[in-house]
DNA sequence: AAATATCCGACAACTTCAGTCGGATATATA
DNA sequence: TATATATCCGACTGAAGTTGTCGGATATTT
Protein backbone atom coordinates (compact mmCIF):
# COMPACT_ATOMS: atom_id res chain seq x y z
CA UNK A 1 0.00 0.00 0.00
CA UNK A 2 3.19 2.34 0.22
CA UNK A 3 2.26 4.34 2.92
CA UNK A 4 3.81 6.29 5.99
CA UNK A 5 3.81 4.76 9.09
CA UNK A 6 2.00 6.57 12.85
CA UNK A 7 5.27 7.32 13.74
CA UNK A 8 5.71 9.51 10.84
CA UNK A 9 2.67 10.97 10.96
CA UNK A 10 3.11 11.51 14.98
CA UNK A 11 6.25 13.05 14.44
CA UNK A 12 5.16 15.59 11.56
CA UNK A 13 1.97 16.62 14.34
CA UNK A 14 4.73 16.69 17.08
CA UNK A 15 7.34 19.37 14.90
CA UNK A 16 4.72 21.27 13.29
CA UNK A 17 3.24 22.20 16.87
CA UNK A 18 6.77 23.03 18.04
CA UNK A 19 6.92 25.18 15.32
CA UNK A 20 3.99 27.37 16.63
CA UNK A 21 5.34 27.84 19.90
CA UNK A 22 6.80 31.21 21.11
CA UNK A 23 10.44 30.96 20.53
CA UNK A 24 12.54 29.08 23.23
CA UNK A 25 9.36 27.33 25.06
CA UNK A 26 9.68 23.87 25.25
CA UNK A 27 7.04 21.28 25.02
CA UNK A 28 7.45 18.05 27.06
CA UNK A 29 6.18 14.45 25.02
CA UNK A 30 3.13 14.33 27.37
CA UNK A 31 1.91 17.61 26.72
CA UNK A 32 1.98 17.36 22.92
CA UNK A 33 0.80 13.97 23.27
CA UNK A 34 -2.58 14.99 24.98
CA UNK A 35 -3.24 17.59 22.88
CA UNK A 36 -3.25 15.18 19.62
CA UNK A 37 -4.76 12.07 21.38
CA UNK A 38 -1.22 10.31 20.62
CA UNK A 39 0.26 7.26 23.16
CA UNK A 40 2.27 9.41 25.70
CA UNK A 41 5.15 6.49 25.52
CA UNK A 42 5.18 6.55 21.82
CA UNK A 43 5.59 9.98 21.31
CA UNK A 44 8.01 10.02 23.62
CA UNK A 45 10.40 8.02 21.65
CA UNK A 46 9.78 9.39 18.49
CA UNK A 47 10.76 12.60 19.83
CA UNK A 48 14.06 10.52 21.19
CA UNK A 49 14.73 9.60 17.83
CA UNK A 50 14.23 13.02 16.25
CA UNK A 51 16.71 14.65 19.10
CA UNK A 52 18.67 12.07 18.57
CA UNK A 53 18.62 12.92 14.58
CA UNK A 54 19.70 16.31 15.51
CA UNK A 55 15.90 17.91 14.35
CA UNK A 56 15.07 18.67 18.14
CA UNK A 57 16.80 19.90 21.09
CA UNK A 58 15.75 18.13 24.72
CA UNK A 59 15.65 19.62 27.95
CA UNK A 60 15.87 17.53 31.37
CA UNK A 61 13.42 18.27 34.31
CA UNK A 62 11.05 20.50 35.10
CA UNK A 63 9.74 22.83 32.53
CA UNK A 64 11.74 20.79 30.12
CA UNK A 65 10.85 19.26 26.86
CA UNK A 66 11.77 19.44 23.32
CA UNK A 67 11.97 22.61 21.26
CA UNK A 68 13.35 23.11 17.02
CA UNK A 69 17.22 22.65 16.93
CA UNK A 70 16.74 24.79 13.54
CA UNK A 71 14.56 27.51 12.53
CA UNK A 72 10.82 25.63 10.76
CA UNK A 73 11.93 26.94 7.29
CA UNK A 74 15.12 24.73 7.68
CA UNK A 75 13.27 21.30 8.39
CA UNK A 76 12.30 19.18 5.84
CA UNK A 77 8.95 16.27 6.13
CA UNK A 78 11.84 14.07 4.56
CA UNK A 79 14.14 14.66 7.74
CA UNK A 80 11.48 14.25 10.51
CA UNK A 81 10.37 11.00 8.32
CA UNK A 82 13.84 9.87 7.72
CA UNK A 83 15.08 10.40 11.56
CA UNK A 84 12.18 8.31 12.71
CA UNK A 85 12.01 5.25 9.65
CA UNK A 86 15.58 5.30 8.70
CA UNK A 87 16.53 5.51 5.23
CA UNK A 88 14.10 6.15 2.35
CA UNK A 89 13.99 3.22 -0.22
CA UNK A 90 10.75 2.64 -2.49
CA UNK A 91 12.51 -0.62 -4.08
CA UNK A 92 11.76 -3.49 -1.99
CA UNK A 93 15.38 -5.14 -2.93
CA UNK A 94 18.03 -2.42 -2.22
CA UNK A 95 17.89 -1.58 1.72
CA UNK A 96 21.51 -1.63 3.09
CA UNK A 97 22.29 -5.01 2.31
CA UNK A 98 22.26 -6.79 -1.03
CA UNK A 99 19.55 -9.01 -1.84
CA UNK A 100 18.03 -9.96 -5.08
CA UNK A 101 20.26 -12.97 -6.41
CA UNK A 102 17.68 -14.85 -7.31
CA UNK A 103 16.53 -12.12 -10.40
CA UNK A 104 19.58 -11.52 -12.10
CA UNK A 105 18.01 -9.73 -15.09
CA UNK A 106 16.07 -7.27 -12.81
CA UNK A 107 16.07 -4.16 -15.00
CA UNK A 108 13.16 -2.87 -13.12
CA UNK A 109 15.09 -1.04 -10.20
CA UNK A 110 16.91 1.65 -12.04
CA UNK A 111 13.44 3.41 -13.14
CA UNK A 112 12.40 2.66 -10.05
CA UNK A 113 15.17 4.21 -8.49
CA UNK A 114 14.58 7.84 -10.38
CA UNK A 115 11.14 7.65 -9.06
CA UNK A 116 12.40 7.72 -5.37
CA UNK A 117 14.64 10.58 -6.22
CA UNK A 118 11.55 12.54 -7.10
CA UNK A 119 9.74 11.32 -3.85
CA UNK A 120 12.64 12.14 -1.68
CA UNK A 121 13.04 15.73 -3.63
CA UNK A 122 9.01 16.28 -3.24
CA UNK A 123 9.33 15.66 0.72
CA UNK A 124 12.53 17.71 0.71
CA UNK A 125 10.37 20.71 -0.47
CA UNK A 126 7.66 20.15 2.49
CA UNK A 127 9.23 22.41 4.98
CA UNK A 128 7.80 22.15 8.39
CA UNK A 129 6.74 26.18 8.31
CA UNK A 130 4.58 25.39 5.04
CA UNK A 131 3.14 22.84 7.26
CA UNK A 132 1.90 25.97 9.82
CA UNK A 133 1.61 29.11 7.22
CA UNK A 134 -1.23 28.95 5.31
CA UNK A 135 -0.91 24.75 4.30
CA UNK A 136 -1.60 26.02 1.13
CA UNK A 137 -0.60 28.93 -0.85
CA UNK A 138 3.41 28.19 -1.09
CA UNK A 139 2.98 24.46 -1.19
CA UNK A 140 0.79 25.01 -4.08
CA UNK A 141 3.38 26.53 -5.89
CA UNK A 142 5.77 23.88 -5.17
CA UNK A 143 3.22 21.43 -6.11
CA UNK A 144 2.93 22.62 -9.22
CA UNK A 145 6.64 22.60 -10.44
CA UNK A 146 7.39 18.84 -9.01
CA UNK B 1 10.09 2.25 5.72
CA UNK B 2 7.72 3.34 2.91
CA UNK B 3 8.88 0.57 0.57
CA UNK B 4 6.98 -1.55 -2.43
CA UNK B 5 6.05 -5.13 -1.41
CA UNK B 6 7.57 -7.67 -3.11
CA UNK B 7 4.19 -8.73 -4.90
CA UNK B 8 4.56 -5.23 -6.80
CA UNK B 9 8.39 -5.71 -7.79
CA UNK B 10 7.35 -9.67 -9.20
CA UNK B 11 4.32 -8.06 -10.72
CA UNK B 12 6.82 -5.80 -12.39
CA UNK B 13 9.52 -7.96 -13.29
CA UNK B 14 6.43 -10.05 -14.83
CA UNK B 15 4.72 -7.60 -16.99
CA UNK B 16 7.82 -6.57 -18.09
CA UNK B 17 8.75 -9.84 -19.26
CA UNK B 18 5.72 -10.33 -21.31
CA UNK B 19 6.49 -6.87 -23.22
CA UNK B 20 9.42 -8.67 -24.48
CA UNK B 21 7.60 -11.53 -25.55
CA UNK B 22 6.92 -11.34 -29.85
CA UNK B 23 3.35 -10.83 -29.72
CA UNK B 24 0.52 -13.01 -29.29
CA UNK B 25 3.25 -15.12 -27.44
CA UNK B 26 1.59 -16.32 -24.06
CA UNK B 27 3.56 -17.20 -21.52
CA UNK B 28 2.75 -19.55 -18.09
CA UNK B 29 3.12 -18.11 -14.71
CA UNK B 30 5.35 -21.15 -13.75
CA UNK B 31 7.57 -20.20 -16.57
CA UNK B 32 8.00 -16.73 -15.47
CA UNK B 33 8.64 -17.87 -11.81
CA UNK B 34 11.17 -20.17 -12.89
CA UNK B 35 12.99 -17.79 -15.30
CA UNK B 36 13.23 -15.39 -11.91
CA UNK B 37 13.41 -17.50 -9.04
CA UNK B 38 9.76 -16.28 -7.97
CA UNK B 39 7.49 -18.66 -5.92
CA UNK B 40 5.17 -20.22 -8.55
CA UNK B 41 2.30 -20.35 -6.63
CA UNK B 42 2.58 -16.64 -5.25
CA UNK B 43 3.62 -15.29 -8.63
CA UNK B 44 0.26 -16.63 -10.23
CA UNK B 45 -1.58 -15.36 -8.11
CA UNK B 46 -0.50 -11.73 -9.19
CA UNK B 47 -0.64 -12.27 -12.23
CA UNK B 48 -4.63 -13.37 -11.60
CA UNK B 49 -4.65 -9.69 -9.91
CA UNK B 50 -3.38 -8.20 -13.22
CA UNK B 51 -5.59 -10.33 -15.16
CA UNK B 52 -8.98 -9.19 -12.84
CA UNK B 53 -7.52 -5.69 -13.36
CA UNK B 54 -7.19 -5.71 -17.23
CA UNK B 55 -3.66 -5.25 -17.97
CA UNK B 56 -3.09 -9.27 -18.74
CA UNK B 57 -5.58 -11.49 -20.99
CA UNK B 58 -5.20 -15.04 -19.61
CA UNK B 59 -5.12 -17.75 -21.42
CA UNK B 60 -6.59 -21.02 -20.29
CA UNK B 61 -5.64 -24.57 -21.14
CA UNK B 62 -2.12 -25.90 -22.72
CA UNK B 63 0.03 -23.54 -24.34
CA UNK B 64 -1.76 -21.07 -22.35
CA UNK B 65 -0.83 -17.92 -19.97
CA UNK B 66 -0.60 -14.57 -20.16
CA UNK B 67 -0.53 -11.94 -23.01
CA UNK B 68 -0.39 -8.16 -22.26
CA UNK B 69 -3.84 -6.50 -22.72
CA UNK B 70 -2.03 -3.12 -24.24
CA UNK B 71 0.94 -2.32 -25.83
CA UNK B 72 3.23 -1.81 -23.21
CA UNK B 73 3.98 1.86 -24.00
CA UNK B 74 0.57 2.19 -22.54
CA UNK B 75 1.31 0.44 -19.24
CA UNK B 76 2.60 2.16 -16.31
CA UNK B 77 4.31 0.95 -13.16
CA UNK B 78 1.08 3.07 -11.63
CA UNK B 79 -1.09 0.87 -12.87
CA UNK B 80 0.75 -2.22 -11.62
CA UNK B 81 0.95 -1.73 -8.55
CA UNK B 82 -2.59 -0.28 -8.27
CA UNK B 83 -3.99 -3.53 -9.57
CA UNK B 84 -1.43 -5.11 -6.98
CA UNK B 85 -1.34 -3.29 -3.87
CA UNK B 86 -4.79 -1.28 -4.10
CA UNK B 87 -5.36 2.39 -3.98
CA UNK B 88 -1.82 4.38 -3.11
CA UNK B 89 -1.78 6.67 -0.14
CA UNK B 90 1.33 7.81 1.68
CA UNK B 91 -0.45 9.41 4.67
CA UNK B 92 -1.36 6.54 6.85
CA UNK B 93 -5.05 8.12 7.99
CA UNK B 94 -6.89 8.13 4.67
CA UNK B 95 -7.75 4.96 3.63
CA UNK B 96 -11.26 4.37 2.23
CA UNK B 97 -13.00 5.29 5.25
CA UNK B 98 -12.93 7.86 7.51
CA UNK B 99 -10.04 7.70 10.69
CA UNK B 100 -8.30 9.89 12.25
CA UNK B 101 -11.00 11.09 14.47
CA UNK B 102 -8.41 11.62 17.08
CA UNK B 103 -6.60 14.60 15.90
CA UNK B 104 -8.94 17.29 14.58
CA UNK B 105 -6.15 19.85 13.66
CA UNK B 106 -4.06 17.68 11.47
CA UNK B 107 -2.83 20.21 9.36
CA UNK B 108 -0.32 17.45 8.43
CA UNK B 109 -2.47 15.40 5.75
CA UNK B 110 -3.35 18.03 3.05
CA UNK B 111 0.10 18.68 2.11
CA UNK B 112 1.33 14.97 2.39
CA UNK B 113 -1.05 14.54 0.07
CA UNK B 114 0.06 16.50 -2.71
CA UNK B 115 3.22 14.75 -2.15
CA UNK B 116 1.09 11.44 -3.15
CA UNK B 117 0.18 13.56 -6.17
CA UNK B 118 4.18 13.64 -7.01
CA UNK B 119 4.59 9.86 -6.50
CA UNK B 120 2.00 9.14 -8.68
CA UNK B 121 2.46 11.48 -11.37
CA UNK B 122 6.18 10.02 -11.51
CA UNK B 123 4.64 6.00 -11.19
CA UNK B 124 2.92 6.82 -14.08
CA UNK B 125 5.19 8.27 -16.07
CA UNK B 126 6.91 5.43 -15.96
CA UNK B 127 5.92 2.88 -18.49
CA UNK B 128 6.95 -0.60 -18.96
CA UNK B 129 8.30 0.02 -22.37
CA UNK B 130 10.42 1.90 -20.38
CA UNK B 131 11.58 -0.60 -18.44
CA UNK B 132 12.71 -2.40 -21.32
CA UNK B 133 14.05 0.05 -23.62
CA UNK B 134 16.84 1.48 -22.38
CA UNK B 135 17.81 -0.49 -19.14
CA UNK B 136 19.52 -3.11 -20.77
CA UNK B 137 23.19 -1.95 -20.84
CA UNK B 138 22.97 0.45 -17.76
CA UNK B 139 21.31 -1.82 -15.24
CA UNK B 140 24.10 -4.52 -15.92
CA UNK B 141 26.25 -2.54 -14.80
CA UNK B 142 24.30 -1.82 -11.92
CA UNK B 143 23.83 -5.33 -11.63
CA UNK B 144 27.28 -6.22 -10.75
CA UNK B 145 26.66 -4.08 -7.45
CA UNK B 146 22.84 -6.17 -7.07
C1' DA C 1 14.16 15.60 48.76
C1' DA C 2 10.53 15.63 45.39
C1' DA C 3 8.53 16.33 41.13
C1' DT C 4 9.24 16.45 36.35
C1' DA C 5 10.97 14.82 32.08
C1' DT C 6 14.11 12.77 28.96
C1' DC C 7 16.28 8.35 27.93
C1' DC C 8 16.46 3.31 26.86
C1' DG C 9 15.60 -1.51 26.24
C1' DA C 10 12.54 -5.21 26.38
C1' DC C 11 8.17 -6.93 25.53
C1' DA C 12 3.26 -8.16 23.87
C1' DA C 13 -0.65 -7.49 20.77
C1' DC C 14 -1.84 -6.67 16.34
C1' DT C 15 -1.53 -6.33 11.49
C1' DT C 16 0.52 -7.13 7.15
C1' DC C 17 3.41 -9.77 4.02
C1' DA C 18 5.21 -13.86 1.87
C1' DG C 19 4.62 -18.16 0.69
C1' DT C 20 2.05 -22.75 0.64
C1' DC C 21 -1.64 -25.96 -0.15
C1' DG C 22 -5.77 -28.12 -2.00
C1' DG C 23 -8.98 -28.13 -5.16
C1' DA C 24 -12.19 -26.25 -8.97
C1' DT C 25 -12.72 -24.71 -13.76
C1' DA C 26 -11.35 -24.16 -18.53
C1' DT C 27 -8.90 -25.49 -22.80
C1' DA C 28 -5.73 -27.67 -26.21
C1' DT C 29 -4.13 -31.95 -27.90
C1' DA C 30 -3.96 -36.75 -28.85
C1' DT D 1 -13.21 -38.74 -24.43
C1' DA D 2 -9.08 -38.81 -21.66
C1' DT D 3 -5.12 -36.37 -20.28
C1' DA D 4 -2.12 -32.81 -19.51
C1' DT D 5 -1.80 -28.05 -18.89
C1' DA D 6 -2.96 -23.78 -16.92
C1' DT D 7 -5.81 -20.31 -14.92
C1' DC D 8 -8.65 -19.40 -10.89
C1' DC D 9 -9.79 -19.01 -5.88
C1' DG D 10 -10.00 -19.36 -0.95
C1' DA D 11 -7.90 -20.70 3.21
C1' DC D 12 -4.03 -21.35 5.89
C1' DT D 13 0.76 -20.88 8.13
C1' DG D 14 4.95 -18.63 9.43
C1' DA D 15 7.73 -14.52 9.23
C1' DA D 16 8.17 -9.79 9.71
C1' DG D 17 6.88 -5.22 10.74
C1' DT D 18 3.93 -1.90 13.31
C1' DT D 19 1.92 -0.13 17.29
C1' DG D 20 1.65 0.41 21.87
C1' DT D 21 3.05 -0.73 26.86
C1' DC D 22 5.96 -1.25 30.86
C1' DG D 23 9.76 -0.73 34.10
C1' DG D 24 13.43 1.55 35.33
C1' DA D 25 17.67 4.73 34.88
C1' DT D 26 19.40 9.45 34.41
C1' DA D 27 19.16 14.42 34.47
C1' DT D 28 17.30 18.91 36.01
C1' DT D 29 14.44 22.31 38.38
C1' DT D 30 12.13 23.82 42.44
Do not use: W
Not at 72 to 91: D, K, M, N, Q
Not at 107 to 134: C, G, H, M, Y
Amino acid sequence: MLRLSKKADYGLIAVRHLAEQPKHTACSAKEIARAYGIPTELLAKILQKLAKGGLLVSQHGTNGGYTLAKPAREISAFEVIRAIEGPLFITSCVTDKRECSQMTRCTVREPLQKVNETLVKALSAVTISSLSDSSGALVQIEGGAL
